[in-house]
Nanobody
Framework: QVQLVESGGGLVQTGGSLRLSCATSGRTFTSYTMGWFRQGPGKEREFVAAIKWSDISTTYADSVKGRFAISRDSAKNTLYLQMNSLKPEDTAVYYC??????????????????WGQGTQVTVSS
């Protein structure tokens, strides 16, 4: 059974940093695109970043470009999201997800077949 388990969320002040982790199990995701999404209070789920596990090419939402960095550790089967210069508008539940293949760096949630349970990030002003 495929499992994605996020961790690392919490409360941080504006300008602070957090690193989210997503531990994967049940499948080797080396040939898949993986991504991070978030859903803020009263908002729809939105794309944050994606990475091709195989060649580590990446893409980001404009709102986080230059502040967030997605990466993966193949030895640990873990996906990361380093978040710097956090803003109150980054407050959301953050989800990691695995797509069905690695053809593209998908930004649409419909391309992702597996999802974690989410981890809360709260940025105070």
């Amino acid at each position: 059974q495929v499992q994605l388990v996020e961790s690392g969320g919490g409360l941080v002040q504006t300008g602070g940093s957090l690193r989210l982790s997503c531990a994967t199990s049940g499948r080797t995701f080396t040939s898949y695109t993986m991504g991070w999404f978030r859903q803020g209070p009263g908002k729809e789920r939105e794309f944050v970043a994606a990475i091709k596990w195989s060649d580590i090419s990446t893409t980001y939402a404009d709102s986080v470009k230059g502040r967030f960095a997605i990466s993966r550790d193949s030895a640990k089967n873990t996906l990361y999201l380093q978040m710097n210069s956090l803003k109150p508008e980054d407050t959301a539940v953050y989800y990691c997800a695995a797509a069905r293949n690695n053809y593209y760096l998908y930004s649409s949630s419909v391309a992702y077949a597996y999802w974690g349970q989410g981890t809360q990030v709260t940025v105070s002003s």
